[in-house]
């Protein structure tokens, strides 16, 4: 057992000094849900821990006429709890409401799930699919890149040396837009997905989709955009048609595994599956409003 230390700064620039130090292995503790249980295992051993909780902006839900921005270390349960991110992108809520129990929510961070990389995490395909991006503090100080672009492998981020995640920014949606997020699980509930799958849509005047994004979880190694969703809806309705060809695409854009929660023809089945029903929900909640 490596010694340990704890440090709880109060300022994004202290974090980046501990998280740079040399010769240590420093991580960032949020909700600690993932964190904890890798240490008690001894799958990871940090000598430094940075407590983020104690920075104002990690911390915070701040809506504006552009935007939401979530902090970090805010957990499922505030997200749950905030009436215009449930109005405004429902399937964030959705998924980070199916992640642990009600007790697990109450400490577990969108910014936790995001870092831990799980090809199975739900709140990835839902931010992916709502466009969100990751505003990153670091060294060589602030930048912002997209979800889709911030796993690049199982358990593994594209954060350098010295960042993390400040926060998760979603832009206000226009009108006639809807969000949601479905999953498939063996258990009914408190389980990790087979498949996940977000799905937004923004129809025109007329009824018509003026765009959507879909994305896919645990179906490759990490959760993935699909790049030919938008080919088939745009344009179009939503009939039986568009959607047979909706879960072809999400199918073709599979590369799961076999394992014991299903083996590679079902996972490429549910994914279809669920990136029609998704999607139909999405198409169905584009008149509402906050």
């Known amino acids: 057992m490596v010694d ?4 709880c700064p109060k300022t994004a620039n202290e974090v980046i000094k501990l998280l740079s130090v040399k010769d ?19 799958a990871i051993e940090p000598t430094i821990l940075v407590d983020i909780k104690k920075i104002e902006e990690t911390r915070l839900i701040t809506v504006t006429k552009e ?13 749950g709890e905030n ?34 990389a799980s090809p199975a995490a739900d709140s990835v395909p839902a931010l992916i699919a709502a466009g969100a991006k990751l505003k990153i503090a670091g060294p060589n100080g602030l930048r912002e890149i997209g979800v889709e ?5 199982p358990g593994q ?29 063996p258990r009914t509930e408190m389980d990790i997905a087979v498949v996940g799958a977000g799905a937004y849509i923004e129809l025109n005047r007329k009824g018509i989709c003026k765009d959507a994004r879909l994305a896919l979880g645990a179906v490759s190694s990490t959760s993935k ?26 199918r073709d854009a599979c590369s799961p595994i076999n394992d014991k929660r299903g083996t590679i ?23 509402r409003k906050p």
């Open 67 to 79: 935007k939401i921005e979530i902090g970090s270390a805010v957990t499922g349960a505030e997200i």
């Open 4 to 7: 340990l230390r704890y440090e």
């Open 149 to 153: 672009t911030f796993p690049v492998a």
């Open 24 to 42: 240590e292995i420093t991580m960032v503790f949020a909700g600690g849900t993932d964190l904890l249980v890798q240490m008690q295992e001894e």
């Open 225 to 250: 955009l699909v790049k030919r969703a938008p080919e088939i809806l745009i344009g179009e309705k939503l009939e039986a048609p568009i959607l047979e060809k909706l879960a072809e695409v999400a």
């Open 265 to 287: 023809e079902f996972r490429k089945k549910v994914a279809g599956v669920l990136a029609c029903r998704a999607t139909k929900i999405a198409w169905s909640r584009t008149e």
């Open 83 to 116: 009436s215009e991110l449930k109005a405004f992108w429902p399937g964030v809520v959705e998924a980070l409401e199916l992640i642990g129990s009600y007790q697990i929510q109450g400490r577990a961070t969108i910014g936790g799930n995001l870092c831990n």
């Open 157 to 185: 981020t594209s954060l350098k040396k010295g960042e993390f995640v400040i926060s998760v920014v979603l832009e206000i949606p226009p009108e006639l837009s809807g969000h949601a997020y479905l999953r498939f699980i």
